[in-house]
């Protein structure tokens, strides 16, 4: 398998920003791709299912726009995030729909299946699967994935808790392919950090939250940028799946963050709180621990522009060293 993939060949920056549950829409998406990286969103955020056809054709066709307007500054390609889990029960119509709708690349999380794989492969996208560590990595590829993405400690939402370092080593020691690497990523010098350690790209979801495009509270927003890493606690109440999370949303919630009951992870739910009232995602605010480097709420393109200077600061830092 190559190392590289020609769809990531004329990004602004080697970055794919990550699907974020109920906050990712149509419209961060295209102001992601426009501002030169990968924009993604979950399947599951379109609801009901018919709307997510509407989504992928409002999508393809701003950045058609785009491109027609801008043919020396192309649009980057987007990704949509199908949960590959048997509590889904959306997975087939929407994987048809991606198909239908030729959607570029597909991440794949909690499951990893050939056939989906298949019918990706059918008309020229790709998959990228997650995976928090080496065993599953070995299982995804073996399954047909087109590369990997290593969540790891310190990521947003469902992460490990394997550092970045050893997970990237341990996957670098058999897979060649395209790597991209999540984890507490959300300035330019991480993103050259995570090629220094092996990845291809970087994989960054928190510090999109906190932008203007971004279908997130308000309240949500501003705890981006208010808090830091020590402000996140990793838990797997809210929906069985170990995740990091602000601490202030779970207080607001009226739970003791440092008493937290552990969930049935056979019970996994995406929409309720598990074992609590609350609304996992809604009500419990999900964000890794690079939330320190978020100062305010800016529009997309402006924190790509801020990523970009960072990261061609740090190239021009290292070569000088």
Not at 3 to 19: K, Q
Not at 293 to 321: C, F, H, M, N, Q
Request: charged share 20%; net charge negative; with cysteine.
């Amino acid at each position: 398998m190559p190392r590289r993939l020609p769809i990531f060949d004329h990004l602004r920056l080697p970055v794919v920003a990550s699907p974020l549950f109920i906050i990712s829409n149509p419209d961060l998406v295209i102001a992601q791709c426009k501002a030169g990286i990968v924009g993604s969103f979950p399947a599951l955020n379109a609801r009901p299912a018919e709307e997510l056809d509407r989504w992928l054709v409002r999508i393809n066709e701003a950045l058609d726009r785009h491109n027609q307007e801008n043919p020396d500054r192309p649009a980057a390609p987007y990704a949509v995030n199908q949960i590959v889990h048997k509590s889904n029960d959306r997975l087939d119509h929407d994987v048809e729909a991606c198909v239908r709708h030729r959607v570029p690349i597909v991440i794949t999380s909690l499951g990893a299946r050939q056939d989906l794989n298949d019918a990706i492969h059918s008309y020229g996208g790709i998959t990228l699967h997650d995976v928090i560590d080496n065993r599953f990595a070995r299982k995804a590829i073996e399954k047909g994935a087109d590369g990997l993405i290593a969540v790891a400690a310190g990521a947003g939402g469902h992460a490990g808790t394997t550092s970045p370092f050893a997970l990237v080593q341990e996957i670098r020691e058999w897979f060649d392919g395209p790597l991209l690497l999540s984890g507490s990523i959300a300035t330019g010098d991480a993103i050259l950090s995570a090629q220094a350690m092996g990845a291809d790209l970087a994989y960054i979801g928190s510090a999109f939250i906190a932008t203007q495009e971004a279908n997130a509270d308000q309240r949500y927003k501003q705890a981006i940028v208010d808090h830091a890493s020590s402000d996140i606690l990793y838990s797997n109440l809210f929906t069985g799946v170990h995740g990091n999370y602000l601490r202030p949303s779970v207080v607001a919630a009226g739970l003791d963050p440092d008493n937290l009951p552990v969930s049935d992870p056979s019970k996994m739910n995406f929409g309720s709180g598990g074992n609590t009232s609350a609304k996992a995602w809604k009500d419990i605010w999900g964000c890794g621990q690079g939330i320190g480097a978020v100062k305010g709420i800016v529009p997309a393109g402006e924190l790509v522009d801020r990523l970009e200077r960072e990261y061609r600061s740090a190239r021009t830092r290292l070569l000088a060293a």
